[in-house]
């Protein structure tokens, strides 16, 4: 093998997984190049609200919320039914709150805490965002302190292939960089921070059937590479046929509606005007419903309480999703008409529901009234997330349980907190898996390069990283 290129810590991806590894890993002395073969960093993390669930953290102490990682754990386990791993999922949820904190304190990376629980699987408000409510401000933040910490990004080059010595431990890759024959880059470790595979028609029909007739919202590189590299190395995978699948996203422009409407009282209907499920029990728990009505598609109702409350809440949902895909009428049937609903039905379904409202506890001044506004929408599919099966320390593990040397990964590359199926996504865990396992998989690397190096030269070891030993 001839190298053209020798680096410490190689990282596959420039996604909010990726990224935060290299800020994890980027410690003296210690050479990091990431890579991604897309032209722009960001991935699905730049596409989504940015939202990051963590218990215990500060800004929820200040607002007078206290709980531990363990509770945090439960939410999840409950959501999916007790299917994702409870060693793994323990780990990242009683890390979340350091995780949060890291990334404001040492990345300059500003989080609020979310107030609204707008996922009831959330026993507690716990979601921090930017104030922005997009994951692009995150990686605009993680991108800028780059150079300064010996950090190299290489975009538009994608990684061809994985090298490993005779002994299976990944040793490094094959890079495609724009107008040069590919360059082979010696590593001393490698992490894999792609995406997943719900761009690959292929991979979603082999082992997510249930996505079937959804549409696809996530970003276009997810296209399973890190499933072919398990192969050529040896690696376990878990829980292939998990996914995310968002239930409100909406027609023609494919930007997701803040569920933070159905929280303030929005109702769906289905093409006959009817409501046809209980808004209240998330938007991943409403695909299948949704998937079930006349052409796939659904409309959120609203008024300008609703949609004012909205605006105030979450700029981006101002900006973008206002302009682009919300209707006004003066009344129902206006309403009716633009979206060719049956008016009476409709009219009937608001009638009943403001009804209910004024009879139930704290539903009074909950009403529908003129003006009113409508959204239509359809499910779609926002990521997958199965994936490589890793330990506590993000290291990648082969079927037989042995760890595969020098090579780590998180984010879409790696099974998430779903458990094996579409209906245990708790909101959020996306962006906790890709931060969380980003951060633990680079202080892991580097602890590993500083050891090796401390070995060879007779001085003392440095520290583990906090929570987790750290061993070959």
């Known amino acids: 093998m001839r190298w053209h290129e020798t680096v410490d810590i190689g990282i596959i991806g420039a996604g909010g997984c990726g990224l935060v590894a290299a800020h994890a890993a980027a410690q003296d002395g210690v050479s990091i190049t990431v890579w991604d073969k897309a032209a722009t960093a960001g991935g699905n993390t730049a596409l989504s609200a940015g939202l990051v669930p963590a218990a215990g953290s500060r800004l929820q102490r200040e607002a007078g919320i206290f709980e531990t990682g363990e509770e945090f ?3 999840v386990l409950a959501r999916n039914g007790g299917r994702s791993d409870p060693v793994l999922t323990r780990r990242l949820c009683e890390s979340s709150a350091a995780l949060v904190e890291w990334l404001i304190d040492a990345r300059g990376v500003h989080f609020e805490l979310v107030k609204q629980v707008h996922d009831p699987g959330h026993s507690r408000a716990r979601l921090h965002a930017p104030p922005s409510r997009r994951g692009q401000t995150v990686i605009d933040n993680l991108l800028r302190s780059l150079e300064r910490r010996r950090i190299t990004l290489r975009l ?30 010696r590593c001393s470790k490698l992490i894999l921070a792609t995406d997943g595979f719900a761009a690959n028609p292929e991979l979603l029909a082999q082992h997510c059937p249930d996505t079937k007739g959804l549409s696809y919202a996530g970003a276009t590189g997810c296209d399973g590479a890190a499933l072919v590299w398990a192969n050529d190395v040896g690696a376990a995978t878990r829980d292939l046929g998990a996914f995310h699948a968002y239930a409100s996203v909406a027609t023609g422009s494919n930007l997701a509606i803040p569920w933070t409407l159905i929280g303030g009282g929005a109702v769906l209907v289905n093409q006959r005007g009817e409501r046809f499920a209980d808004e209240a029990q998330g938007p991943a728990a409403l695909v299948a419903a949704l998937l079930a009505q006349p052409g796939r598609v659904a409309y959120e109702i609203l008024n300008a309480r609703i949609l004012n409350a909205g605006i105030a809440d979450d700029p981006h949902f101002a900006a973008d999703v206002v302009p682009r895909a919300i209707r006004r009428a003066d009344d129902v049937a206006g309403l009716a008409k633009q979206f060719q609903i049956d008016p009476e039905t409709l009219m009937a379904t608001v009638v009943a529901c403001n009804q209910a409202r004024s009879e139930s506890p704290g539903g009074h001044g909950q009403s529908l009234a003129a003006p009113f506004y409508g959204i239509r929408v359809t499910p779609a599919l926002l990521e997958t ?8 320390s993000a290291r990648v593990l082969r079927a037989d349980g042995s760890i595969i040397p020098n090579l780590y990964a998180g984010g879409g590359a790696v099974a998430g907190l779903s458990g094996p ?17 980003g951060r633990i998989a680079g202080e892991q690397a580097a602890h590993e390069v500083l050891a090796a190096r401390a070995s060879a030269s007779h001085e003392t070891p440095p520290e583990p990283p906090a929570g987790e030993p750290a061993s070959e």
């Open 421 to 437: 199926r579409g209906d245990g996504y708790l909101t959020g865990n996306g962006l906790l898996c890709a931060f969380g396992w």
């Open 73 to 75: 754990a439960r939410d």
């Open 156 to 185: 538009s080059a994608p990684v061809l292939q994985l090298w490993t010595d005779d002994t299976g431990a990944v040793i490094g890759v094959q890079v495609k960089r724009p107008r040069k024959t590919p360059t082979n880059v």
């Open 385 to 392: 997330q199965g994936g490589l099966a890793t330990d506590t």
